[in-house]
């Protein structure tokens, strides 16, 4: 079965800062993986996705992620966050079906 | 193209009442999924299909809740009688093929009363 972690359910950082929101899976195969990102009253839109290009996926709005096999991770970062970037983040690994982490809320404090 | 198209946007509805939601994917899409949003449980999947035919509704809660997928344009979730505890948004999602993503539509909030 597969099965997508994220780590932390709220996470907080400066305005400015760095940004890091985890995701780790599990999958038999291997995986498509995707960042999806769901601002108030909306539905997800796609951040990025990794389909077994490059390991480092350049996203909008600022956002990347690395593809670890090795970790099995998949990471979002964005090296200097807007107040803008505050949302619900979402992890999701493709196989048969989408499987959606539980989710990351992101607080931007000016 | 418009997206993928939910409707209602908003539902209140009284409990025991029978309800409806639709969804209109994203026109070439041979895969459509229904998810239920909720603080407590997060995304859960309910049912996808592919080329119309369902293929797993393990997700479904239960007998209350029915889905179908009459041709390629459109899909419906029903829920007959509805529940207090089946508040939440419910969201339909398509793709094309694989190795894509899945496009959501705004979602469907259902308040039921």
């Known amino acids: 079965a597969q099965s997508v972690t994220q780590l932390g359910s709220h996470v907080s950082v400066s305005e400015g800062a760095l940004v890091l929101l985890r995701c780790n899976y599990s999958s038999s195969v291997p995986p498509y993986l995707f960042w999806y990102v769901q601002y108030p009253n909306q539905g997800l839109q796609l951040l990025l996705k990794?389909?077994?290009?490059?390991?480092l996926v350049k996203g909008i709005n600022g956002f990347e992620a690395e593809f670890k096999k090795s970790e099995t991770s998949f990471h979002l970062t964005k090296p200097s966050a807007h107040m803008s970037d505050a949302a619900e983040y979402f992890c999701?690994?493709?196989?048969?079906?989408?499987?959606f982490g539980t989710g990351t809320s992101l607080t931007v404090i000016p | 193209d418009a997206g993928v198209i939910q409707s209602p946007r908003h539902e209140v509805t009284e409990m025991g009442q029978e309800v409806t939601l639709r969804c209109k994917p994203i026109s070439g899409h041979n895969s459509l999924f229904w998810y239920r949003q909720t603080m407590m449980r997060g995304l859960e999947l309910l049912i996808y299909?592919?080329?119309?035919?369902?293929?797993?509704d393990s997700g479904m809660p239960e007998d209350r809740f029915s889905a179908k997928m009459p041709n390629a344009s459109f899909s419906t979730l029903k829920i007959q009688p509805s529940e207090p505890r089946d508040s939440a948004v419910y969201f339909c999602?398509?793709?094309?093929?694989?190795?894509?993503?899945?496009?959501f539509g705004q979602g469907t909030r259902l308040t039921v009363v």
């Open positions: 999701a690994v493709l196989t048969d079906q989408f499987y």
């Open positions: 299909f592919n080329n119309n035919v369902p293929i797993d």
């Open positions: 999602a398509s793709i094309q093929g694989i190795e894509t993503e899945a496009f």
């Open positions: 990794y389909t077994s290009a490059a390991t």
